[in-house]
Antibody, heavy 120, light 110 residues
Framework: QLQLQESGPGLVKPSETLSLTCTVS??????????WGWIRQPPGKGLEWIGS???????YYNPSLKSRVTISVDTSKNQFSLKLSSVTAADTAVYYC????????????WGKGTTVTVSS | QTVVTQEPSFSVSPGETVTLTCGLS?????????PSWYQQTPGQAPRTLIY???TRSSGVPDRFSGSILGNKAALTITGAQAADESDYYC??????????FGGGTKLTVL
């Protein structure tokens, strides 16, 4: 059964780059079945799709974050990563990684989420 | 800027039926947007309820159903239970690898 686990620093300084990794178990990150995505949720607010990666090498980003986001994949480690540059307090959130099913276009398996706080 | 709209809050009595909706600021929602619905309780990751408009995810009780009602996607809970008190989010697939979340509906069962 596919499982996802986020990891990374819980505290990032303003203007620096937030870096998170999602480790995939129970399945291959090279599968054509899935997009591999990141979603976040600021405290007390709703969910926001950040971006996704497809095994073909294509990446897709939320237009509102596109200039600051990079999603990449390490097939040797079965992991995918999120980098968000020039962070501010507004980027404080719980960050989730999730699979998105190709052709049906929904979020299927979710990680438990990791809290990232942006503060000096 | 695409905006997906949901009722901010809704209240239902136990045993009653409630329908939450998911609209678009600039168009009608159709099956082409592959509407999906998620349930989230405080401190937990979202749980997938419905995908492709009306397909229940594995293990989801059949009191949850999805549809298109008029120009919106809809999530209906038939016979609401106290355990259904949660936040509910819809997501629309805009094409080109872009997804947009609605703002969420806080459902109270009392």
């Amino acid at each position: 059964q596919l499982q996802l686990q986020e990891s990374g620093p819980g505290l990032v300084k303003p203007s620096e780059t937030l870096s998170l990794t999602c480790t995939v178990s129970g399945g291959s990150i090279s599968s054509s079945t899935y997009y591999w995505g990141w979603i976040r949720q600021p405290p007390g607010k709703g969910l926001e799709w950040i971006g996704s990666f497809y095994y073909s090498g294509s990446t897709y980003y939320n237009p509102s974050l596109k200039s600051r986001v990079t999603i990449s994949v390490d097939t040797s480690k079965n992991q995918f990563s999120l980098k968000l540059s020039s962070v501010t307090a507004a980027d404080t959130a719980v960050y989730y990684c999730a699979t998105q099913i190709y052709y049906y276009y929904f979020m299927d398996v979710w990680g438990k989420g990791t809290t990232v706080t942006v503060s000096s | 800027q695409t905006v997906v709209t949901q009722e901010p809050s809704f209240s239902v009595s136990p045993g009653e039926t409630v329908t939450l909706t998911c609209g678009l600021s600039s168009a009608s929602v159709s099956t082409n947007y592959y509407p999906s619905w998620y349930q989230q309780t405080p401190g937990q990751a979202p749980r997938t309820l419905i995908y492709s408009t009306n397909t229940r995810s594995s293990g989801v009780p059949d009191r949850f159903s999805g549809s298109i009602l008029g120009n919106k996607a809809a999530l209906t809970i038939t016979g609401a239970q106290a355990a259904d008190e949660s936040d509910y989010y819809c997501v629309l697939y805009m094409g080109g690898g872009i997804w947009v979340f609605g703002g969420g509906t806080k459902l109270t069962v009392l």
